[in-house]
């Protein structure tokens, strides 16, 4: 039996999101195999270790009134294995840690920052190390990975905060000469440091840029912006460490404007096509490049990667997601359990490729 840590919550965006996704790993975790330890961290960085029940994880708020609730810390001696959990007598007690699966998306948690501290502490953890946590979080550095391998990707305009602080609506002035000379509008205005559309917006004028860009640098220092790419939005779920597998594609319609935060989590309003249907060629050149910016990345465990296919048949490069969604529901879960993988083998397997990989 092993002990398996499962972190949630954080200080990113995206807190609600994990707990709810880490909520059904503990449901769906094999429990002849492993014993799951829950430990939230709250939106203030906050450690806790906690037996709520997954409902109350789910909800994002009401495990925070556990009274199971203890503080507690990774112990970061290397090797030492153990999560060191404060009791109330002024004692403290140690839980054996195997393995951790932290279900964290965002900065904070897919970004490369947690995974460095399990390194520290010489834990095994599912997903992606530091590096390829990091690179494929900023979105302009993992253009670069696109590149690397020769897969097209949008043409793009980095901002930073501090032009923004200084020159105010002349930055508008700047992306008039440079990236929309060069395509035109809409563009893209995107956070590097977010997922899950959390401060992305399509700007459509020069107007909508500014609005834009107020909003991006409300989440980081660093914005990136993007040439509208036209076509199918194809996702990709890949699974492994040194030889990875490929789950079905997905072919995605957003519907409205573009997948934003509310088409994806409260509208649902997007049409999915699971397994896509695309002629066997081109299924093929997308797995090929998948796996291709997968190792260029020196990704492990899993990620799913995102690109846009055209209407003319060429493949756009568009993010890799360290951390996907891992409900039951969500793509990468239901992309495996289309090949005849459970959520919980899938489970499974990501804990035993993270311990084969230390
Ligand atoms: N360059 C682009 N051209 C067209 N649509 C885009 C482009 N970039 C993003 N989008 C749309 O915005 C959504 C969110 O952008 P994405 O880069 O995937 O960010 P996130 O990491 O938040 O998921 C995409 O799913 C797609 O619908
Ligand atoms: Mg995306």
Redo the contacts with the bound molecule.
């Keep these: 039996m092993k002990d398996i840590l499962v972190v949630f919550g954080s200080m990113t965006p995206e807190h609600d999101l994990s707990c709810k996704s880490a909520a059904t790993i503990l449901e769906g975790i094999d429990r002849e195999k492993f014993n799951p330890i829950a430990v939230g961290i709250t939106k203030e960085g906050k450690w806790f270790y906690t037996e709520a029940s997954t409902e109350d994880i789910k909800s994002a708020t009401a495990w925070l009134e556990s009274p199971t609730n203890k503080k507690c810390m990774l112990d970061t001696d290397f090797g030492s294995h153990r999560l060191i959990v404060f009791e109330d007598d002024n004692t403290v007690s140690f839980k054996n840690v195997d393995c951790v699966f932290a279900r964290i998306a965002g900065n904070m948690g897919e970004d490369g920052k947690l995974q460095g501290l399990f390194e520290v502490a010489g834990i095994p953890y599912v997903g992606c190390g530091v590096m390829s946590s990091a690179c494929s979080m900023d ?1 302009d550095i993992s253009y670069m990975f696109a590149d690397s391998i020769g897969l097209r990707r ?1 043409q793009t305009q980095v901002l930073w905060k501090k032009d923004f602080d200084e020159k105010g609506k002349g930055l508008v002035e700047d992306v008039k000469e440079d990236l929309a000379a060069k395509v035109g509008f809409p563009i ?1 205005v ?1 956070p590097t440091s ?5 401060g ?1 917006s ?1 700007a459509h004028d020069e107007e909508e840029l500014w609005k834009a860009l107020e909003v991006a640098f409300s989440y980081g220092d660093k914005v990136v912006l ?6 199918t ?1 194809i996702k990709v779920g890949i699974l492994g460490n040194d030889d990875p597998k490929i789950g079905a594609l997905c072919e ?1 319609t ?1 519907n409205g404007d ?3 935060f509310d ?2 989590y409260i509208a649902h309003s997007s049409t999915k096509k699971i397994p896509a249907e695309l002629d066997p060629e081109t299924e093929a050149m997308i797995k090929d490049y998948t796996i291709k910016i997968y190792k260029a990345l020196d990704c492990k465990g899993f990620s799913r990667i ?1 690109h ?1 296919l055209t209407e003319d048949g060429q493949l ?1 490069f ?2 890799v ?1 360290s951390m996907p969604g891992f409900q039951p529901t969500s793509v990468y879960p239901v992309l495996f359990d289309a090949i005849g993988m459970s959520y919980t083998e899938l489970i499974t397997e990501l804990l035993e490729l993270a311990m084969e990989n230390k």
């Design positions: 979105k949008p893209f995107k977010t997922g899950s559309s959390v992305i399509k993007e040439e509208n790419i036209v076509g939005e995605l957003a573009f997948n934003d088409t994806k995102d846009f756009v568009n993010e997601n």
